[in-house]
């Protein structure tokens, strides 16, 4: 779902540099935040996006964040 709809609204540069900073966002959230529930480090994702001038209610957005962290949770589980 999340990459067809930001196929089509968005650039390839914006697309990358969108999960780029979402990846460096959920793995800095994981490790910095490693006392924090769920939606504490989601909260803390968010701000960070939002520094870096992504609209957070935006739902590409948000389904990007719940996308790489699942990838993250399959790899530490040694799933992928």
């Avoid at 609204?9 to 490790?31: C, F, G, M, P, S």
């Avoid at 924090?36 to 909260?43: I, L, V, W």
């Amino acid at each position: 779902y999340v990459i067809p709809w930001l196929r089509r609204h968005t650039t390839e540069k914006e697309r990358e540099d969108l999960l780029r900073w979402v990846n460096i966002a959920v793995k800095a959230a994981e490790q910095i935040q490693k006392q924090t529930d769920g939606p504490g480090r989601k909260s803390y994702v968010q701000s960070f996006l939002q520094s870096k001038g992504f609209d957070i209610n935006d739902a590409a957005v948000d389904a990007a964040i719940e996308a790489a962290v699942l990838e993250m949770n399959q790899v530490i589980k040694g799933q992928k």
